[in-house]
């Protein structure tokens, strides 16, 4: 079966940096569509950064600019660089994959961005 699992949140000071890390298995991953999605206490999910299988790209725009989504096919790995952090960018972290029109969840990651 397809498992996602997230790794690299922990806690840090606005503008530092984290790189997460979502492993995929059980699925073709270079056919797939990753994504990075979030959820704050008390708030919907919502799409962070998205990568196709063709490597095209999509980013909310709040963090447009701050944060790169990037694929290691040979890894079955897709990455967030998360960079110049604010604390509203609190949030638990999901890997999701689209794979043959099923979505697929990772168990999050937490992230905590003090001021």
């Known amino acids: 079966q397809v498992q996602l699992v997230e790794s690299g949140g922990g806690s840090v000071q606005a503008g530092g940096s984290l790189r997460l890390s979502c492993a995929a298995s059980?699925?073709?991953?270079?056919?797939?569509?990753m994504g990075w999605y979030r959820q704050a206490p008390g708030k919907q999910r919502e799409l962070v950064a998205q990568?196709?299988?063709?490597?095209?790209?999509t980013y909310a725009g709040s963090v447009k600019g701050r944060f790169t989504i990037s694929r290691d096919n040979a890894k079955n790995t897709v990455y967030l660089q998360m960079n110049s952090l604010k604390p509203e960018d609190t949030a638990v972290y999901y890997c999701k994959s689209r794979y043959f029109n099923s979505d697929y969840w990772g168990q999050g990651t937490q992230v905590t961005v003090s001021s």
């Open positions: 990568i196709s299988s063709g490597g095209s790209t």
């Open positions: 059980g699925m073709i991953f270079s056919a797939s569509t």
